[in-house]
């Protein structure tokens, strides 16, 4: 089992930035992959960014391409995903999640093992 908290969610103008965290416990967090997602009132959950287990690779949402960038820190079992240029359109709930190993990084939300209980991002024009 793995426990996912995220923190850093808020309210912020549009063009401004935040970082998101995501504290992994219970298992060997390089053991997986994780990825970020979002979900705005009445729409269904998105890909945001992904991130292999030793950060190598990333992949990113072309909505969100070159103003976000997912990286992760093994030592701290922690994810981060840095959001600029902030969009009022980026609003919605933010979710990190953690995929078991296997042969490529999940980009889907039904890949996704464990889920964290998600941060509010509010971003007002």
């Known amino acids: 089992q793995v426990q996912l908290v995220e923190s850093g969610g808020g309210l912020v103008q549009a063009g401004g930035s935040l970082r998101l965290s995501c504290a992994a416990s219970g298992r060997t967090f390089s053991n997986y992959n994780m990825g970020w997602f979002r979900q705005a009132p009445g729409k269904e959950r998105e890909f945001v960014a992904a991130i292999s287990w030793d950060g190598g690779r990333t992949y990113y949402a072309d909505s969100v391409k070159g103003r976000f960038t997912i990286s992760r820190d093994n030592a701290k079992n922690t994810v981060y995903l840095q959001m600029n240029s902030l969009k009022p359109e980026d609003t919605a709930v933010y979710y990190c999640?953690?995929?078991?190993?296997?042969?490529?990084?999940?980009?889907?939300?039904?890949?996704?093992?464990?889920w964290g209980q998600g941060t509010q991002v509010t971003v007002s024009s």
């Open positions: 999640a953690a995929a078991r190993l296997r042969v490529g990084v999940p980009l889907r939300s039904r890949e996704y093992n464990y």
